[in-house]
């Protein structure tokens, strides 16, 4: 090969070269304003945690919630209090607790804290929510509570906070991605996976659409 020869051949590399490293730029801003990249979406914590209490067909939504709520830190708490994983409110987890759990004692603040625990009672709270609305409106009564919901819906069916509008439009697209793209787990979480199992049923009760 001639010194010509080569140094075209060279440039007819390097160009391809250039063009998949902009292929490959664009591709990764692309992801990023979607949120693909930064978010990191199909790698998560506490997987086992979800698989042992949420059944497959709410799986997905459920690491949604987790994901718009706390980012998977375990150890977030808002400027509200609410608590965990799945930012429960002291308050809403007793309830659960108590009620639907059929459990005895009260629990503490601290107890929140506990991945398992948060992530069966917030689990079992959206289940509820969801018994009581279609999944747009029990994603909006995770958010703003459930007689916040119930007034918007008898008042005309807006979704009256901004802040509930951007918390639904980030659970759905979260929702989206995890069902599209499947998910891996991070770091593997003591958690024995069984079925969820529940010692009171709901009572009867109106559903919203």
């Known amino acids: 090969m001639t010194f010509q020869n080569a140094l075209i051949a060279y440039t007819i590399f390097m160009r391809k070269r250039k063009k998949t490293v902009i292929a490959i730029v664009a591709a990764v801003l ?42 998977f830190d375990a150890r977030a708490k808002s400027k509200k209090g609410a608590v965990g994983l799945m930012q429960l409110m002291p308050d809403t987890a007793n309830f659960v607790w108590l009620t639907m759990l059929g459990e005895k004692t009260m629990l503490t603040e601290n107890d929140l804290y506990e991945p398992e625990l948060n ?22 009564a995770y958010n703003a509570g459930e007689g ?46 069984r079925e969820t199992k529940f010692t009171k049923k709901f009572p009867e009760t109106q559903k919203f659409a």
């Open 30 to 71: 692309a992801a990023s304003a979607i949120g693909l990249v930064s978010l990191n979406l199909v790698t998560v914590d506490y997987l086992a945690e979800v698989d042992a209490y949420a059944p497959e067909n709410v799986r997905a939504l459920v690491l949604a919630v987790i994901k718009a709520e706390s980012d």
């Open 119 to 140: 992530v069966k009672i917030g689990i079992r709270y959206l289940e509820y929510l969801l018994s009581k609305f279609d999944e747009k409106w029990a994603i909006c």
């Open 148 to 193: 916040t919901v119930i007034r918007w819906i008898s008042s005309g069916g807006q979704v009256e906070y901004e802040e509930t509008r951007n918390y639904l439009k980030k659970v759905n697209f979260y929702k989206t991605v995890y069902q599209k793209a499947g998910c891996r787990q991070k770091r593997k979480i003591a958690a024995t996976a």
